[in-house]
């Protein structure tokens, strides 16, 4: 059915109604592959500059991981034990938090469990680098930012970091509620234990295990 918009004397309205929304698609589409190319691309001026507001848009809903695409893409089992000191000073043995939560997950394969996504991301975050520091850690670069903007983001990931490692405190409890015997918990110590496996050039070797660390958290209190 014509509308208004249809008759001779409105076409050029129409052709303007449709060049902004060409430009508008346009415009939208290269701010986004600007961004994703700022976050993912090598640092540079633009990085100190434009990093911190574009990353509150990006990150949350638009995040750019490029592993998938990596020669040596991740393969890494991670879990983590845990030790708890008890009301009356005692403190017990580490105790395996991961592997319990992990079997009941491979149990149920129709509606799996997501619990054990709260270890998973728990770890994530605990490690977890701001991605331009960590840049010119690795690269060793002697590009310094300006000491306000250093400071704000080492605080930020220490801050984010120890926001994981109480969580992760507190679901160990949660997970052994009687590892004092009815005794509250006033403390977890965490070990963080990273077994990589091995890569695909060893597929073949049957003894190869990969290798394994670990990393004690030191104690964290409730």
């Not at 014509?2 to 001779?8: G, V």
């Not at 496996?197 to 104690?219: E, H, I, K, N, Q």
Request: glycine share 8%; hydrophobic share 40%; net charge negative.
């Amino acid at each position: 059915m014509p509308t208004d918009l249809d008759q001779p004397e409105n076409r050029p309205v129409r052709r303007r109604l449709r060049g902004a929304a060409v430009a508008l698609s346009l415009g939208v589409v290269t701010l986004f592959v600007g961004s994703a190319l700022l976050l993912a691309g090598p640092t540079t001026p633009l990085t100190f500059r434009f990093a911190g507001p574009v990353s509150t848009v990006m990150l949350p809903h638009f995040p750019q991981n490029w592993s998938l695409f990596a020669p040596d893409p991740l393969s890494e089992e991670r879990g983590f034990a845990a030790r708890f000191r008890c009301e009356d000073g005692s403190e017990t043995k580490f105790e395996d938090v991961t592997t319990e939560v992990i079997t009941a997950l491979q149990r149920q394969r129709v509606f799996p469990s997501r619990e054990s996504r709260i270890i998973g991301n728990g770890i994530l975050e605990r490690f977890k680098e701001d991605p331009i520091l960590k840049d010119i850690r690795a690269e060793g670069d002697e590009r310094v930012l300006d000491s306000t903007t250093a400071e704000e983001i080492t605080a930020e990931e220490t801050e984010a970091q120890e926001r994981a490692q109480v969580m992760l405190a507190r679901y160990s409890v949660g997970v052994r509620p009687d590892a004092c015997g009815g005794d509250a918990v006033r403390a977890v110590e965490l070990r963080y234990v990273f077994h990589v496996l091995p890569g695909w050039s060893s597929r073949r070797d049957l003894s190869a295990t990969g290798d394994v660390t670990y990393f004690d958290s030191g104690w964290t209190q409730l």
